[in-house]
């Protein structure tokens, strides 16, 4: 692996993906519409993936061992992939989610997801539906992963790997939603949670930079699921950032949205074909208290 491109990656566990790749003796450019540099002693490629000319004319002469899409949210990005990328990437790895799961169906508490329950070989693609709009691609977001990893599974146009990430927590973190559940804590107001309260899968933010760039790596093919071990519900979550302090939680109100990793389902994934392939994974205890107190100060 000498030569990677990282579509995006300017931000979050993005960018200590490129600066453990970088760090590695890798080649390492990134691809993104030029709003942040990368770090020093990376190329950096302008241009917006949905302008397939100008993603053309960037590419032009280029060839890479291994291409990590950071920003493949759609079934329409995953096409152009393939157009741009086919025959000058020798393996591609697409950064999937835990919400591909999200499919309205509930699972038994205790039997986590599998990679075999989302199958891209068999999911459908809709190409027509508006993806091109914000809106409805942020509301759509799983389906809009899910159609994404189909195209790109099917495509035959390269070696294709997904990552299928695990909620991502780290002191980066831009969503702002475990400054969400202190502000609430601090304010003494109630945190929405459903009464089920069922348990999710978790990452460090470092962690996906550490299993991403393995993925990159590595030679297997189709999805592995990324979360370290050790589930979490979000009244784990609220004791955690209460530090011994007594806090309430209220079911959402009707027309409320509930916290973030608040579920009334059970959404707890399977790691053990990464682990099968190579990669070991942490506990959310390894970690969690250490990220607590970090964003506490």
């Known amino acids: 692996m000498e030569n990677v ?177 202190r502000e609430r804590i601090a304010a003494g107001l109630p945190v929405a949670v459903h009464p089920a309260d069922l348990p999710s899968s978790y990452t460090h933010e470092g962690e996906m930079a550490d299993v991403l760039h393995w993925a990159a790596g590595a030679r297997f093919t189709g999805a592995v699921n990324a979360c370290s071990h050790g589930e979490l519900t979000a009244t784990d979550l609220c004791d955690l950032l209460a530090q011994g302090s007594s806090y309430r939680t209220a079911a959402p109100a009707s027309g409320e949205e509930a916290s973030p990793f608040s579920f009334e389902r059970y959404y707890g994934m399977d790691n053990s074909r990464a682990e099968q392939l190579g990669y070991s994974f942490s506990h959310t205890r390894d970690w969690l208290p250490g990220l607590v107190a970090a964003t506490s100060r």
């Open 5 to 181: 491109l990282v579509i995006g990656g300017n931000r979050y566990f993005g960018r200590q993906l490129v600066t453990r790749l970088r760090d590695s003796g890798a080649r390492v450019s990134v691809l993104n519409r030029g709003s942040t540099a990368p770090p020093p002693g990376v190329e950096q490629l302008v241009a917006d993936r949905e302008d397939e000319a100008a993603l053309g004319a960037v590419l032009a002469g280029r060839d890479f061992d291994v291409v990590v899409d950071q920003v493949c949210y759609t079934p329409l990005h995953a096409e152009g992939a393939v157009r741009a990328f086919a025959g000058r990437a020798g393996r591609y790895v697409m950064t999937s989610t835990i919400e591909v799961y999200d499919t309205g169906e509930h699972r038994p508490v205790g039997v986590p997801l599998g990679e075999d329950v989302i199958d891209p070989a068999q999911w459908p693609v809709r190409s027509e539906l508006p993806w091109r709009d914000r809106g409805f691609r942020d509301g759509a977001y799983g389906e809009g992963k899910r159609q994404a990893e189909a195209v790109l599974a099917r495509s035959g146009a390269f070696p294709f790997a997904a990552v299928r990430a695990g909620h991502v927590l780290g002191a980066d973190d831009f969503t702002g939603r475990l400054a969400h559940y």
